[in-house]
């Protein structure tokens, strides 16, 4: 039973995140902050216009896709059948 001691530490941490999250996603009450000034305040940023709406934006070349991956080619100065030594195994 000594063995499962290393058990006790996780089985705290995890009693505290269960208690944790029950607290959390509790029913609030309902906020007292919001007035009719902030909801206006809302309206009037919303309606605006964004500043770079009228911009247009850059043109981004794109590579077509094939969806293959393709490899540099190979200099000519390296032969195909030799690219690395060969080694003796150890």
Do not use: K, N
Not at 20 to 30: I, K, L, Q, T, V
Request: proline share 11%.
């Amino acid at each position: 039973m000594l063995i499962l001691a290393w058990l006790l530490p996780s089985a705290v941490v995890l009693a505290v995140m269960m208690a944790w999250a029950a607290w959390a996603g509790r029913p609030r009450r309902e906020e007292t902050d919001r007035s009719e000034a902030a909801y206006e305040r809302f309206a009037r940023a919303i309606a605006r216009e964004h500043p770079t709406a009228g911009r247009p934006r850059p043109v981004v070349p794109r590579d077509r896709s094939t969806g293959i991956a393709v490899r540099p080619s190979r200099s000519a100065s390296v032969p195909a059948t030799r690219e690395r030594p060969h080694r003796p195994a150890s």
